[in-house]
């Protein structure tokens, strides 16, 4: 019923963890996602906060989920939101787009909490250089029994479609359950794979690892349960026919193409940030983020 197992590499930054599961040496891709992040559970201290500088991306989109905390969200475009739970921010980059990420003031005053999901979905063929664009969705639709909830984030799940825009098929969904509780996962998509991000959990029968990206086979419809209580993102959906490359923050199908953004960023040609011009992170000379062989 599993696939594979893809353990994250664990980057640790002072006062929280990053765990990137994929881009990986075992895997670069499920479905559209080429990109999965989780951070947290952490509390930071009163006063700090988290301060992603103006940044840019091409030929993806990238999707935020909170399960605590808040984030600010800037981009090159005149978007503004406020992330907090229960809400998802895409933000599609096509051609290209530079974007912040910080606690709001109210957030470092109290102490921020951060806990919550980075992933990023690579634009299908014919639609990588579209207009950049942002949306904020709050109105999703919940699936729930007694001992089950779920929320579905993106794409079409037990039934329901999710309001958020998709360039390729996507399933994305948070899956709280409650000790004894239990959910059908279905068949449909192209590929999937699921993350316990708190608690435990189970899928017919073969317990899932804390923070691991578990690949489960296609075609098969499979039940996820747990005894005690957990929280399971599922993604994934429809397999791309061709590659993509990343580098740094760049997706391509095209090396060219991520050679001319890297280009691009350090002569400036990127747009700026309204309300937050001041600083940026320059160009790495070793990303962290880097396509595999």
Not at 18 to 32: C, D, F, L, W, Y
Not at 126 to 136: K, L, S, V, Y
Request: some cysteine; proline content about 8%; glycine content about 10%.
């Amino acid at each position: 019923m599993i696939e594979q197992t893809i353990t994250p590499v664990t980057h640790d930054l002072g006062q929280f963890q990053v765990r990137r599961a994929i881009p990986s040496r075992e895997r670069t891709m499920v479905g559209p996602f080429i990109f999965v992040d989780q951070f947290g559970p952490a509390q930071l201290d009163i006063g700090s906060g988290m301060d992603v500088r103006p940044h840019p991306h091409i030929n993806l989109a990238t999707v935020t989920w909170l399960f605590q905390g808040a984030i600010d969200h800037r981009d090159s475009i005149g978007s503004f939101a406020t992330i907090r739970p229960g809400q998802v921010n895409l933000m599609t980059a096509g051609r290209g787009i530079v974007h912040s990420e910080r606690s709001p003031q109210d957030e470092r005053e109290a102490g921020p909490q951060l806990y919550g999901m980075q992933t990023w979905l690579a634009l299908p063929d014919g639609q990588e250089e579209i207009d950049p664009a942002f949306e904020a969705v709050t109105d999703l639709p919940v699936v729930e029994d007694q001992c089950a909830k779920a929320i579905v984030i993106m794409g079409e799940l037990w039934g329901r479609r999710a309001p958020t825009t998709t360039h390729a098929d996507t399933i994305y969904a948070e899956i709280v359950l409650a000790p004894t509780g239990s959910l059908p996962i279905e068949a449909e998509a192209d590929e999937r794979a699921m993350m316990l991000v708190g608690g435990e959990a189970s899928v017919d029968g073969q317990d899932l690892g804390l923070y691991e990206l578990t690949v489960l086979q296609p075609g098969q419809a499979m039940t996820l349960s747990s005894d005690k209580g957990g929280r399971v993102m599922l993604l994934g959906g429809e397999a791309f026919a061709t590659g993509r490359h990343v580098w740094w923050n760049f997706v391509s199908s095209d090396r060219d193409r991520i050679r001319q953004a890297r280009d691009d960023w350090s002569q400036g040609r990127f747009p700026k940030v309204p309300d937050d011009e001041e600083e940026f992170i320059p160009l790495p000379d070793q990303p962290k983020t880097v396509s595999y062989p």
